[in-house]
């Protein structure tokens, strides 16, 4: 993206922002947006796009986007669709329910998928909602809340998690901003960065884009075990230095 193109975008992300201030929470320029980048990313008559899910893949325009690859296998094991299974894959899905104390879905005569419509388009008026104030509320109660982004993802991606987080309004806010980030090691190897000050933690996976837990399984394990375990994820400090950062109103 060209510097002059950036412009536009910041243009129409201000008239996004303007949109949500007004509590119009659904307004198709701020749908636009990542739309126009990934559509644009070859060019008008290319018929690839980038995946919003993964800066890494395309994706054809026009035909349909599995993205992301194996889901079949997940409505499976947890919904009972049926799909053809690679490798003989088998999965007795009420096994897996009552494991997970989650037969009321059947009762209700409802089945996993991996997006589905109806709560999308329930809620979608509700789409632009924040919930800045109840994480703040959360972290002053001294609730540990860990954050995560795949480097690679572009819907969900890790600037705008940062930004948020840094513009949070909380007890640690000044502290969280200055303390120094980390590169987390997994079995000697980086696999993510890491900035954490008393209970937030905000953790960038290397090598991920939105589905981290199938893009790289071990590094997932390893965080949600560290998490729960109360587990440092700073292997080494990087030491940059660090200035004020104040977020630009739009």
């Excluded at 998928?113 to 994480?135: R, S």
């Amino acid at each position: 993206v060209s510097l002059p193109q950036k412009a536009r975008l910041e243009s129409l992300e201000k008239q996004c922002q303007k949109s949500l201030n007004s509590g119009s929470y659904s307004p198709s320029v701020c749908f636009n947006l990542l739309n126009i980048v990934v559509q644009q990313a070859f060019g008008e008559q290319a018929n690839e796009q980038v995946v919003i899910y993964d800066a890494r893949k395309t994706e054809s325009k026009r035909g349909p986007k599995p993205f992301p690859e194996g889901h079949e296998l997940i409505e499976t094991y947890l919904g009972g669709l049926t799909h053809p299974q690679p490798g003989g894959f088998e999965a007795s899905y009420m096994n897996v329910l009552k494991a997970l104390h989650a037969t009321e879905s059947v009762e209700a005569q409802q089945h996993y998928k991996e997006c589905t419509d109806p709560p999308y388009y329930a809620l979608k008026d509700q789409d632009g909602v924040g919930v800045m104030p109840e994480i703040a509320n959360l972290l002053n109660a001294d609730i540990p809340m860990l954050f995560y982004n795949g480097m690679y993802d572009l819907v969900c991606n890790h600037i705008s998690t940062e930004r948020s987080l840094l513009a949070l309004e909380w007890k640690d806010a000044d502290a969280y901003a200055d303390t120094e980030r980390a590169a987390w090691m997994l079995n000697g190897e980086t696999v993510g960065y890491m900035q954490q000050h008393a209970n937030l933690m905000y953790l960038k996976i290397l090598n991920s884009g939105h589905m981290v837990p199938k893009d790289t399984p071990d590094v997932a394990l390893a965080m949600m075990s560290g998490f729960l375990q109360q587990q440092s994820f700073s292997s080494s400090t990087q030491r940059l230095g660090r200035e004020t950062w104040i977020e630009s109103s739009c």
